[in-house]
Every structure is written in C-alpha cells, then in structure tokens.
Nanobody
Framework: QVQLVESGGGLVQTGGSLTLSCAAS????????MAWYRQAPGKQRELVAG?????SANYADSVQGRFTIYRVKNTLALQMNSLKPEDTGVYYC?????????????WGTGTQVTVSS
C-alpha cells in the first residue's frame, strides 16, 4: 500500500507556471508506474502525464511540450508551464503497484488548479 498526498495547486494567470507535487509514503521508484490525471468540472477524469518504472514519460497531446513529469525521492512532480484556462481542474496523482498476485491503483485526493484568462 501507499498513501499519496498532492500539493502545489492554486490560482495562476494564463501563461503562468505551477509545480505540483505528490508525496508518497514510501519509495516510488519500484512502482510499475505513476501518473497525473485531471478532472475539469462536468468532464471525465483524463490522463495528463505518466511515467513508468524505467523513467519513460508520456503526455497527453494537449500538454505535450508544456508539462514535465519527473520523480524525486518519494515525490512525483509535474512542472506546468504556459498554463491555459483549459488546464483548470482538480489534479490527481495515481500510483500503480504490481505484485505477484495483483495490480493495484492508488489515488491521492487531488489538488485544485485554476488558470484565469
């Protein structure tokens, strides 16, 4: 098991930057993968960026070139630059932990990002 706590959200103007952090209760480098998702009001939760055990990252087309996902010690981070109003939403961190018997998803409770126009 793992507990995940997101932080770093807030209100920012269009074109601004934020760095989100997801603090895990134990080392994250052995996890099968981790990811950032977001959910805008009235919309489904969507994948923003993911990183696998080997460190390879993937991004949604809408954030490619603006966002960077990376790991530092027990923290998953998301550097967000050139923010747009459509980036507004609650951002969630997810960890995927695979054992011999199962694969489990763990989620944080989210952090709000609001980008004003």
């Amino acid at each position: 098991q793992v507990q995940l706590v997101e932080s770093g959200g807030g209100l920012v103007q269009t074109g601004g930057s934020l760095t989100l952090s997801c603090a895990a209760s134990r080392s994250i480098f052995n996890f099968a993968g981790m990811a950032w998702y977001r959910q805008a009001p009235g919309k489904q939760r969507e994948l923003v960026a993911g990183i696998n055990r080997s460190g390879s990252a993937n991004y949604a087309d809408s954030v490619q070139g603006r966002f960077t996902i990376y790991r530092v010690k027990n923290t998953l981070a998301l550097q967000m630059n050139s923010l747009k109003p459509e980036d507004t939403g609650v951002y969630y961190c997810k960890a995927v932990i695979v054992s011999e018997r199962s694969a489990m998803d763990y989620w944080g409770t989210g952090t709000q990002v609001t980008v004003s126009s």
